[in-house]
């Protein structure tokens, strides 16, 4: 199996990439450092098919594109790549903004107006959206990133629809917490946090499966779908007490 990584030099993308290096597996795997890209290209190379690096800044689309051409058609792409703004709460500017959807949502369309009509003619493969249990609700702290992601979570249900005649799987994985860069920088309390191996264990345990929606772990999503269902003036009181 093909399968091309974005965001693979560190955290969730990384251990993706050592959990699906086995076999005939051929792994791509992308992202800006190089250097850590090189670093696990020698760990995983003895371990599977074979596996090649991309070096890019998915924020340059042309590149990107003209970079994702070049690899022809893979069996299954991790759209994994992502940011956040930390949780500062202040409003961002528009350049952070702006930044963030372009990581977070654009470039990943980017890649798939590459991608998806080589899918099709080959009529079949998985497209794999890391969301966010953030997608479902939005802090004040965290707006721009669940907004990123709930954006990412419609665009990935018209591409499920659209690509489904063509025997292509669409594939959005909502996470809570997992141990990462991302997370490390977080300086409050993360409920249900996961270890990166296992919560890349979970998510690849739904994607073998071929689930279209895997939101974990249970008890957070529950939790956070319990208080959506809350009156307002409920949830504006709870948000203002963990704010
Ligand atoms: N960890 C969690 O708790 C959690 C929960 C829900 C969802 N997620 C999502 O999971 C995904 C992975 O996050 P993570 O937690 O593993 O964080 P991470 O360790 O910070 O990894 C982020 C990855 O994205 C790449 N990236 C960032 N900006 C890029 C750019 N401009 N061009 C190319 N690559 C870029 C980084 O590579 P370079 O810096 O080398 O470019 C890195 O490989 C994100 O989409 C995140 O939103 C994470």
Redesign the pocket.
């Known amino acids: 199996m093909k399968i091309l990584i974005?965001?693979?030099?560190?955290?969730?993308?990384?251990?993706f990439a050592r959990q699906y290096a086995f076999g005939e597996n051929e792994l791509i795997l992308?992202?800006?450092?190089e250097h850590?890209?090189q670093e696990l290209q020698r760990e995983l190379t003895p371990k599977c098919k074979n596996v090649e690096i991309i070096v890019?800044?998915?924020?340059d689309f042309k590149l990107l594109q003209e970079k994702i051409d070049a690899i022809g058609s893979v069996n299954m792409v991790i759209l994994?790549?992502?940011?956040?703004l930390g949780h500062s709460g202040e409003i961002p500017t528009i350049e952070e903004f702006q930044n963030l959807f372009?990581?977070?949502v654009l470039?990943n369309h980017a890649i798939l107006e590459v991608l998806m009509p080589k899918l099709r003619e080959q009529r079949s493969g998985k497209v794999v959206f890391?969301?966010?249990?953030?997608s479902l609700f939005s802090m004040p702290s965290s707006k721009v990133?669940s907004s990123s992601?709930r954006a990412l979570n419609a665009y990935a249900e018209g591409i499920r629809y659209k690509y489904a005649p063509y025997n292509i799987k669409v594939i959005t994985i909502?996470?809570?917490?997992?141990?990462?860069?991302?997370?490390d920088k977080n300086d409050f309390a993360?409920p249900f946090?996961l270890g990166?191996e296992e919560?890349v264990r979970r998510m690849k345990k739904a994607i073998d499966k071929g689930r279209e929606f895997y939101a974990f772990p249970l008890r957070f999503y529950l939790i956070i779908r319990f208080f959506n269902l809350l009156p307002s003036a409920l949830s504006q009181r709870i948000v203002n007490y963990l704010n």
């Open positions: 974005t965001g693979a030099s560190s955290g969730l993308g990384a251990e992308l992202a800006r450092r850590k890209l890019v800044d998915v924020r994994n790549a992502g940011i956040s372009d990581i977070n470039a890391i969301s966010s249990l953030a990133y992601k909502l996470p809570g917490f997992i141990k990462s860069e991302l997370t993360m946090l990166t919560g």
